[in-house]
């Protein structure tokens, strides 16, 4: 089997620019795609002003600072309530759903880390909401999620498991001292801590689930799970060659205790190939590990990976594919457009069609991303949804499209200075050769007369400017380059 290597063979010493690697609108939009849903043009001209440091804290800081959202009213509702409110359970749950997911798709765009984060854990600590299907469920799982995004990660894994979407989408609510159910045991160590095979035995799995009984006990199938002592296996355990009458919390002490090495190894490299690349660099993964498990502070080391030269370095730049959600959020966030409540609400609809449904990844291991978000029908899904939204800017703000022009551009009056400067908005590294650059600069001169752009009559002043803009776009969006961050 060929194993490969990583190329990117830069340190976590801090990014200091040079000549050779300047502190540019490349890499200020390389971060802004990584760390968040990528940058309009005031963003990247602010962080151009700050050093490196500066800029990553300040978008770390942004995130640790972002307010939660503010409890619902119907954060604890059961379905009693729901009935003595005289509202349709189904109805009234689906409404739920949809805002919760709205402020999502705000804090993607607000604040960028935190709402990327959001989603990142969703899909480590993954739960399915068809699963569970209840509103309460619903916001305890992604408040947690909310809560601990940037905090302790023991803490995080001690809070995951306790709440009620992660009891019943892996079985907790099913594991008795009768009857006993090894799934969330499993899954707490092949996927969520330690990896699979990797310092567990079947018989820590046996003797883990025993421990996590108790859960098991709600009034009502929409009422929060609760521990009941009565279903708790009170037999001794030994786990990770560890005795006692251990129960849930004495588990995740004893794991991070005993296998915290392990623990560190496995996260960071799922962060590093998140939000670094996805081949791994041995060497890199391992520092992060020994930097990780001196306190599991997320936040802590995703600054020292952020403002490192491997993170800034060039070889980091456009290798990893577009998620559905990079490449709707992005969009919206480079272009500054605006767009209809209801359309806004729409591209959760559109990002489920391309394969990445909110808060039901396709199974317990998560959506694997990169190349797995590439084929022949989603490629062509990715298109269409992109033409859509397009059309609907041409439809209802047709001055923005202009506008943008008029904003990501040196020039006024130049078609490939303007074209060039358009496309490199969109793409990580420029297009592979300056011939492309002529074909999109001739979709963009649409069918006016050459000698318009020959003797600068033609100008972005122009009223065929926005049509020519929507006609680059829908060029644009079909390019390779495009789908890469």
């Not at 503010?70 to 954060?75: F, H, K, Q, R, T």
């Not at 880390?113 to 969703?122: P, V």
């Not at 520092?287 to 995703?302: C, P, R, S, T, Y």
């Amino acid at each position: 089997m060929n194993v490969l290597t990583s190329c990117i063979t830069s340190t976590l010493q801090p990014f200091a620019p040079s000549s050779e690697n300047p502190w540019n609108a490349l890499r200020v939009r390389h971060a802004y795609r990584r760390i968040g849903y990528d940058a309009n043009m005031s963003m990247i001209t602010n962080a151009l002003s700050q050093s490196p440091e500066e800029f990553i804290d300040q978008l770390i800081d942004q995130s640790l600072n972002a307010p939660d959202w503010p409890e619902p009213s119907w954060s604890n509702f059961i379905y009693e309530d729901y009935q003595n409110l005289g509202l349709d359970f189904d109805e009234a749950t689906q409404e739920n759903h949809q805002e919760l997911l709205l402020e999502v798709l705000n804090q993607m765009q607000t604040t960028g880390l935190k709402g990327r984060l959001i989603l990142f854990w969703s899909n480590h600590f993954v739960t399915r909401l068809e699963e569970y299907y209840a509103s309460n469920f619903l916001y305890e799982y992604f408040h947690t999620l909310e809560q601990h995004a940037l905090g302790n990660f023991q803490d995080f894994t001690r809070a995951i498991g306790k709440t009620s979407a992660m009891l019943i989408f892996l079985n907790g609510l099913e594991n008795t001292s009768l009857n006993p159910n090894e799934n969330y045991a499993r899954e707490l160590y092949e996927l969520f801590t330690l990896g699979v095979d990797n310092g567990y035995t079947q018989q820590d799995i046996v003797e883990t689930s025993k421990a996590l009984t108790g859960y098991n006990h709600r009034d009502h199938w929409t009422s929060p799970i609760y521990f009941d002592d009565s279903t708790f296996n009170s037999s001794t355990k030994l786990i990770f060659d560890q005795e006692g009458n251990w129960n849930y919390d004495d588990v995740i002490d004893i794991l991070f205790q005993e296998k915290a090495p392990l623990i560190a190894q496995h996260i960071c490299k799922k962060l590093y190939t998140y939000f670094v690349s996805p081949t791994i660099n041995d060497d890199v993964v391992a520092e992060m590990a020994g930097i990780f498990v001196q306190d599991f502070d997320i936040a802590n080391l995703l600054r020292i990976v952020f403002k490192s030269q491997h993170f800034f370095d060039s070889k980091t730049i456009g290798i990893q594919i577009k998620s559905p959600y990079d490449m709707t959020m992005s969009y919206l966030k480079i272009t500054n457009f605006s767009i209809q409540d209801d359309y806004f609400q729409a591209f959760m609809w559109f990002n489920s069609v391309m394969g990445q449904d909110l808060f039901n990844p396709i199974d317990v291991a998560g959506w694997q991303g990169n190349r797995d978000w590439i084929n022949s029908s989603t490629l062509t899904g990715r298109w269409q949804i992109h033409e859509w939204i397009i059309w609907h800017t041409w439809e209802f703000y047709n001055e923005e499209l202009r506008n943008f022009a008029i904003e990501s551009s040196s020039s006024n009056n130049d078609p490939y200075i303007i074209t060039k400067d358009i496309i490199d908005r969109f793409v990580p590294l420029e297009l592979f050769s300056p011939e492309e650059y002529e074909v999109a600069t001739d979709v963009f001169k649409h069918n006016l007369p050459e000698n318009y752009y020959e003797n600068n009559i033609w100008s972005l002043e122009w009223d065929s400017v926005p049509y020519q803009v929507v006609l680059l776009l829908l060029h644009l969006i079909k390019l390779p380059e495009y789908q890469l961050k």
